[in-house]
């Protein structure tokens, strides 16, 4: 499998606190991706990467920013966390942009109380 | 915008029966198509994909789709489904304006009775 690894696996936190999830890859993939899963909306794209430094807005970016500082390491933060981003998200890297596919992280599973 | 839209929620059949699960696409050109399977707790797993060419894709664990144009489909089959294939699975599209990302559908649970 492609080394990718998402941490926390598992997170509660409180409403109104700032949470970073972190992906991990060691496969020296360009393309970087978190999406969000919920019941009923398969997954949503949330932020992606295009490169150290270069991320763009998905579908559902409101309340979520994205950091890439280096090849390896995209970090998913929400800002203030509330209740509606109680959800599994998911990782993916991409090698050459998802024209290609991707290949997913183990994904990490946060409730926001 | 490219859209994806899988009908069904959520399918059972028997061990042993044929498969046949549905994938709408909406997108202006050649799409690329893909068909992602996901286990209770895990990651998704790519099964297949389309490109270009053939229609008719195989992929892992058994499983073919066949990109018909004209209806604007990606349907994901399988002959004789086994136990474990129980999971939820999902068709993606990607390719041209959309850059590097793929649009998924909201998946189709799968029960598969003994």
């Known amino acids: 499998d492609a080394g990718i690894t998402q941490s926390p696996r598992h997170k509660v936190t409180e409403t109104g606190t700032p949470v970073t999830l972190r992906c991990h890859q060691t496969?020296?993939?360009?393309?970087m991706y978190w999406y969000r899963q919920d019941p009923g909306h398969g997954l949503r794209l949330i932020h992606y990467?295009?490169?150290?430094?270069?991320?763009d807005k998905g579908e559902v970016s409101d309340g979520y920013s994205v950091s890439r500082s280096k090849t390896e390491d995209f970090l998913l933060t929400l800002e203030s966390a509330t209740s509606s981003q109680t959800s599994v998200y998911f990782c993916?890297?991409?090698?050459?942009?998802?024209?290609?596919?991707?290949?997913f992280g183990s994904g990490t599973r946060l409730t926001v109380v | 915008a490219q859209s994806v839209t899988q009908p069904d929620i959520h399918i059972t059949v028997s061990e042993g029966a044929s498969l046949e699960l549905r994938c709408n696409y909406s997108?202006?050109?050649?799409?690329?198509l893909f068909w992602y399977v996901q286990s209770p707790g895990q990651g998704l797993q790519l099964l297949l994909k389309?490109?270009?060419?053939?229609?008719l894709v195989q992929g892992i664990k058994g499983f073919e789709a066949e990109f018909k144009r004209s209806q604007s489909s990606f349907n994901l089959r399988k002959p004789s489904v086994h136990w474990s294939d129980a999971a939820e699975y999902f068709c993606?599209?990607?390719?041209?304006?959309?850059?590097?990302?793929?649009?998924f559908g909201e998946g189709t649970q799968l029960t598969v009775n003994p």
């Open positions: 993606a599209v990607g390719g041209g304006t959309s850059g590097s990302r793929l649009t």
């Open positions: 990467s295009y490169g150290v430094k270069d991320t």
């Open positions: 496969e020296n993939h360009r393309y």
């Open positions: 993916a890297i991409s090698e050459k942009g998802g024209d290609y596919g991707y290949t």
């Open positions: 997108y202006g050109a050649t799409p690329y």
């Open positions: 389309y490109f270009s060419g053939d229609t």
